[in-house]
């Protein structure tokens, strides 16, 4: 596990990935206003900078550019200091982000039960939940998402039923108690 003594308690970064259903970056902006810190949402910040979204990044361009453009947004993100940076799972893994974001703060993974999941899926893709290769994308992508947990280092919390704001109380409370 890289340290993070190096960094003033007030300089360190929260670093929140996982994967609970559509609502993850409303939690992140919600934890980023309660603790007064910028948010930066790498995924959103991709899709902002080349006017597509991921998705369409990777059909119109391939894999290779994808990583490339995520290598650049992270690059930036590891400049900011005192903020609440969403990730996800599958860019952590890739290359050495995981190592490099750690060394900025703690790296916590909200995670839910798959019965959970699956409802918030099925709510989120409506009737192309009942298309099964619609759903063995989600899935797929979950399973990517939730890679992470096996990482050294990496603080879960259970968001099942739990409210945005209550996810927002605990995700706060272990990132005071990991940097205090």
């Excluded at 006017?51 to 993100?77: M, N, W």
């Amino acid at each position: 596990m890289t340290s993070t003594r190096f960094i003033p308690v007030s300089d360190q970064n929260l670093i929140l990935t996982g994967y609970t259903g559509p609502r993850q970056p409303a939690i992140g902006r919600q934890v980023a206003a309660l603790l007064q810190r910028p948010f930066v949402n790498i995924d959103m910040q991709i899709e902002e900078r080349h006017g597509l979204t991921i998705d369409e990044i990777r059909a119109r361009f391939g894999e290779s550019r994808l990583k490339t453009l995520e290598a650049e947004v992270v690059q930036e993100a590891l400049l900011h200091r005192s903020a609440v940076i969403r990730v996800s799972g599958q860019t952590l893994l890739h290359s050495s982000h995981f190592d490099r974001f750690q060394s900025t703060g703690p790296v916590i993974c909200l995670v839910a039960s798959l019965d959970s999941v699956l409802q918030n899926l099925h709510l989120a893709l409506g009737a192309r939940y009942h298309n099964p290769n619609e759903r063995a994308l989600a899935l797929g992508h979950l399973q990517r998402e939730w890679a992470v947990r096996q990482c050294a280092g990496i603080y879960e919390i259970d968001t099942t039923y739990r409210s945005e704001t209550e996810i927002a109380d605990r995700v706060i409370a272990l990132w005071q108690q990991l940097v205090l």
